[in-house]
């Protein structure tokens, strides 16, 4: 919604433009040029962001024309024609910066996104993201990768209770940390518990959790953990999955696999604006 992008898309441009304006532009390009370009990718991947990266032009030059010829989803191929702008000279160039590096960054969580969801394609497991996001960013961060084919973790700490292995140490075990979720916990929170070994995670199934986290185990063990949940509880599995490691976690029969540094780490999508003539 564009009332949640404009907060975003304007504090970027605030920082671009800085105390005078393009004073490159305001130099060199006429005040009443105008100029027709096109957003154009330089390599293949998935789309994301886009909307991000046309309020930029459209907060600096409300009149401009967009068409838009792809959707946050789409795969694209090298030379793919993203969307085409008509407009003020000097508007278009002062957004082009801020428009692509949004276009780019999000466009690579989607590509890396899809590349993991591939992966792992034949089996159930989710691919779902987590909350290691740019600062500022992640809702839309979290947007790509739903473009890309996965699924969201939690937005906030607010979301769901998940106790790390911090939380269980400082609460003095699995079963303590568990108890006192569970008290606190609304009817509607659901309760996700850390464990790195199996005999955790047979401590966390006695007391009742919601899902486990089950972390850096092998693609063995995770076998293991899964037979002993049994559907009792949603499994997740982390840690430095890589889509070459995926699919074998994938076998293991989790329901998700969470990865951070498709948010994080994610390579960007290179994109540029070419005008016309």
């Given at each position: 919604m564009r009332f949640l992008l404009e907060p975003l898309v304007r504090a970027a441009l605030r920082e671009d433009l800085g105390r005078a304006g393009d004073i490159t532009s305001a130099a060199v390009v006429p005040a009443k040029a105008r100029v027709e370009a096109a957003i154009v990718a330089r390599g293949e991947g998935v789309i994301a962001g886009l909307d991000a990266a046309l309020l930029a032009f459209e907060l600096l030059d409300p009149a401009i024309a967009i068409e838009r010829l792809c959707a946050d989803g789409d795969a694209v191929g090298r030379g793919a024609v993203v969307a085409r702008l008509r407009g003020q000279a000097r508007a278009v160039l002062?957004?082009?910066?801020t428009a692509l590096n949004l276009l780019c960054h999000l466009c690579g969580v989607a590509t890396a996104t899809r590349a993991l969801v591939e992966a792992v394609s034949g089996y159930k497991a989710k691919i779902v993201c987590t909350r290691k996001t740019t600062p500022g960013l992640r809702a839309l961060e979290?947007?790509?990768?739903?473009?890309?084919?996965g699924a969201n973790h939690r937005f906030g700490l607010d979301d769901a209770m998940l106790i790390k292995d911090n939380h269980i140490a400082l609460a003095g075990g699995v079963r303590p940390a568990l108890?006192?979720?569970?008290?606190?916990?609304?009817?509607?929170?659901?309760?996700?518990i850390e464990v790195d070994t199996l005999d955790q995670l047979a401590e966390a199934l006695a007391v009742g959790v919601d899902a486990v986290l089950l972390d850096n185990m092998s693609p063995q063990t995770l076998a293991r953990a899964v037979a002993m949940v049994a559907g009792r509880a949603v499994t997740e599995a982390s840690g430095r999955i890589t889509r070459e490691s995926a699919p074998a976690v994938a076998a293991s029969g989790v329901d998700l696999i969470s990865s951070g540094w498709i948010t994080h780490s994610a390579p960007i999508l290179d994109l540029g604006l070419d005008i016309a003539g």
């Open positions: 002062a957004a082009e910066r979290k947007a790509a990768v739903r473009a890309g084919g108890e006192r979720a569970r008290r606190q916990a609304g009817h509607l929170v659901k309760i996700e």
